[in-house]
């Protein structure tokens, strides 16, 4: 199929459907709804939109008992699982499942798995949903599914019980939008395809479809059908239509993949209040979905962005900005920081020392000394990794996963070899922000206290943690504009 280029000025002409008619619907819909809902976050950034909520940097049996405890109808697992390998993804949402199911078992709760992935569309999918689904029906006493099948190769369980799976990478923020099944992401005021995106062409998890019903298609190798996919349309969303729409997801079955056009909340919320009235029908439902779904499902408020003030460590030492994203915007946006030559010191890590023997280790150390120094001095430091990794042509695709995971062990290390206490840390990229989170400043639990620009979350550090009751800020690869990182720091130096 071919895909065209539009002007951003489409969102505007097709943004009709009426906010408070809808936030009534879903109201309305969640009355006497009371799933919980567990949000695996295959990196640290699906907090983007939510406030007041815990996201858990582990997935043991006592962390996920405490998030079903928890008032909140909501709570995050960090699985950063966009950096695993094939075999530990499988391996960890298998665990993942046995436990939430276990856990929700023993307290009598219902719950709803959604998978929080890129709003690009990368990542370990369909891989992780269906090993969710999969380990869910499987049987804990006899290893069999509700079938009776032992090997679930033979017969599939998901199409048994996850009787539809939603597809919902809309997410304003980072200005990704749905129309006509065709998922886009804005460049300026563009609205390119996303298989026509640098993010279409990641090393790892490269895809060529932009249209949703050929990604799925594309990602399942042909096990589901771009036809067979149930779409959820703009014109139904407008329309109010929730019986229509409840009917259309009613008749999900076998792990259905259901496509939701999207170009405003108002949008999501007509369709979230017709699956809250499929789900209390008795039907079951998976989520892949980017982060608008998880703030209109778990009915997080809007609230400001977070300013200085709430954001102002409690020392007069300078603070850290650790850059580890190579996609083009972030690099965009560390040119334009260098505006600030002068206010800031700018360090470039050397990647490529990765190929020398323990040439990482001499580089991680030369950086710490350097950045201490300033750091006292009450200067803020920029670490960003050199832009090129010249790794050898014949590396396969997981070779260069691995080569990225030791380049980033070693970066985000950086903050946890620091003696010194820094006055803030923002940290930019996916895998980058999650091992500066759960390795370097060795948190278990935080509390998410909102967003310091749109898409731009902030945890609050646990007691647990390197630097305990600091800010810090998380600062996805993909997402703001040129200038968006500067006036952060510009901000807060």
């Given at each position: 199929?071919?895909?065209?280029?539009?002007?951003?000025?489409?969102?505007?002409?097709?943004?009709?459907?009426?906010?408070?008619?809808?936030?009534?619907?879903?109201?309305?819909?969640?009355?006497?709804?009371?799933?919980?809902?567990?949000?695996?976050?295959?990196?640290?950034?699906?907090?983007?939109?939510?406030?007041?909520?815990?996201?858990?940097?582990?997935?043991?049996?006592?962390?996920?008992?405490?998030?079903?405890?928890?008032?909140?109808?909501?709570?995050?697992?960090?699985?950063?699982?966009?950096?695993?390998?094939?075999?530990?993804?499988?391996?960890?949402?298998?665990?993942?499942?046995?436990?939430?199911?276990?856990?929700?078992?023993?307290?009598?709760?219902?719950?709803?798995?959604?998978?929080?992935?890129?709003?690009?569309?990368?990542?370990?999918?369909?891989?992780?949903?269906?090993?969710?689904?999969?380990?869910?029906?499987?049987?804990?006493?006899?290893?069999?599914?509700?079938?009776?099948?032992?090997?679930?190769?033979?017969?599939?369980?998901?199409?048994?019980?996850?009787?539809?799976?939603?597809?919902?990478?809309?997410?304003?923020?980072?200005?990704?939008?749905?129309?006509?099944?065709?998922?886009?992401?804005?460049?300026?005021?563009?609205?390119?395809?996303?298989?026509?995106?640098?993010?279409?062409?990641d090393k790892t998890f490269g895809y060529k479809s932009s249209d949703l019903t050929e990604y799925v298609e594309e990602k399942t190798e042909g096990k589901y059908h771009k036809e067979d996919c149930i779409s959820i349309s703009l014109e139904e969303l407008n329309a109010l239509d929730v019986q229509g729409i409840k009917t259309k997801l009613m008749s999900a079955q076998n792990m259905a993949k259901i496509i939701v056009n999207a170009v405003s909340y108002a949008d999501l919320k007509v369709f979230c209040a017709a699956l809250v009235l499929a789900m209390k029908a008795g039907k079951h439902y998976m989520a892949r979905t980017a982060a608008a779904?998880?703030?209109?499902?778990?009915?997080?408020?809007?609230?400001?962005?977070?300013?200085?003030?709430?954001?102002?460590?409690?020392?007069?030492?300078?603070?850290?900005?650790?850059?580890?994203?190579?996609?083009?915007?972030?690099?965009?946006?560390?040119?334009?920081?260098?505006?600030?030559?002068?206010?800031?010191?700018?360090?470039?890590?050397?990647?490529?020392?990765?190929?020398?023997?323990?040439?990482?280790?001499?580089?991680?150390?030369?950086?710490?000394?350097?950045?201490?120094?300033?750091?006292?001095?009450?200067?803020?430091?920029?670490?960003?990794?050199?832009?090129?990794?010249?790794?050898?042509?014949?590396?396969?695709?997981?070779?260069?996963?691995?080569?990225?995971?030791?380049?980033?062990?070693?970066?985000?290390?950086?903050?946890?070899?620091?003696?010194?206490?820094?006055?803030?840390?923002?940290?930019?990229?996916?895998?980058?922000?999650?091992?500066?989170?759960?390795?370097?400043?060795?948190?278990?639990?935080?509390?998410?206290?909102?967003?310091?620009?749109?898409?731009?979350?902030?945890?609050?550090?646990?007691?647990?943690?390197?630097?305990?009751?600091?800010?810090?800020?998380?600062?996805?690869?993909?997402?703001?504009?040129?200038?968006?990182?500067?006036?952060?720091?510009?901000?807060?130096?």
């Amino acid at each position: 199929m071919e895909y065209k280029i539009i002007p951003f000025t489409t969102i505007e002409e097709k943004t009709k459907t009426d906010e408070n008619k809808a936030e009534a619907l879903l109201a309305q819909a969640m009355e006497g709804f009371h799933k919980k809902l567990v949000v695996l976050d295959d990196d640290p950034t699906g907090v983007q939109t939510v406030h007041d909520v815990s996201v858990y940097t582990d997935w043991e049996e006592e962390s996920i008992r405490k998030g079903f405890q928890e008032k909140e109808s909501m709570f995050f697992i960090l699985t950063n699982s966009r950096s695993f390998s094939v075999e530990e993804t499988t391996r960890v949402h298998q665990d993942i499942a046995k436990r939430v199911k276990k856990v929700a078992d023993e307290l009598g709760q219902d719950f709803m798995i959604i998978s929080r992935g890129d709003s690009t569309l990368r990542g370990h999918y369909p891989l992780e949903t269906r090993m969710l689904a999969e380990t869910l029906m499987q049987n804990e006493e006899t290893g069999k599914d509700k079938n009776n099948c032992t090997n679930i190769g033979d017969r599939n369980p998901v199409t048994l019980e996850i009787d539809g799976e939603i597809l919902c990478p809309f997410f304003p923020e980072g200005g990704r939008y749905t129309m006509d099944n065709i998922h886009y992401v804005k460049e300026q005021d563009k609205l390119i395809p996303a298989g026509m995106t640098e993010f279409a062409k990641d090393k790892t998890f490269g895809y060529k479809s932009s249209d949703l019903t050929e990604y799925v298609e594309e990602k399942t190798e042909g096990k589901y059908h771009k036809e067979d996919c149930i779409s959820i349309s703009l014109e139904e969303l407008n329309a109010l239509d929730v019986q229509g729409i409840k009917t259309k997801l009613m008749s999900a079955q076998n792990m259905a993949k259901i496509i939701v056009n999207a170009v405003s909340y108002a949008d999501l919320k007509v369709f979230c209040a017709a699956l809250v009235l499929a789900m209390k029908a008795g039907k079951h439902y998976m989520a892949r979905t980017a982060a608008a779904f998880t703030k209109v499902m778990g009915r997080v408020s809007d609230q400001p962005l977070l300013g200085r003030t709430q954001l102002e460590g409690d020392t007069k030492n300078g603070g850290i900005v650790l850059i580890g994203s190579h996609v083009k915007k972030t690099t965009d946006q560390l040119n334009c920081l260098k505006e600030l030559e002068g206010q800031a010191d700018f360090m470039e890590f050397q990647v490529n020392t990765v190929f020398e023997e323990n040439g990482l280790e001499k580089e991680v150390e030369r950086t710490v000394k350097a950045a201490e120094e300033k750091i006292l001095s009450g200067r803020t430091v920029v670490i960003y990794t050199s832009r090129q990794l010249l790794a050898p042509e014949n590396m396969t695709p997981e070779e260069k996963l691995q080569i990225s995971v030791k380049i980033s062990n070693a970066v985000t290390s950086i903050i946890g070899k620091l003696s010194v206490k820094p006055k803030f840390i923002i940290a930019k990229g996916g895998i980058t922000s999650s091992d500066v989170g759960t390795k370097a400043l060795r948190v278990k639990k935080a509390r998410v206290m909102g967003q310091v620009k749109k898409g731009i979350p902030v945890w609050m550090t646990g007691e647990e943690s390197k630097f305990p009751g600091m800010p810090y800020i998380i600062f996805p690869g993909n997402v703001g504009e040129v200038a968006t990182l500067k006036e952060i720091v510009e901000e807060l130096i």
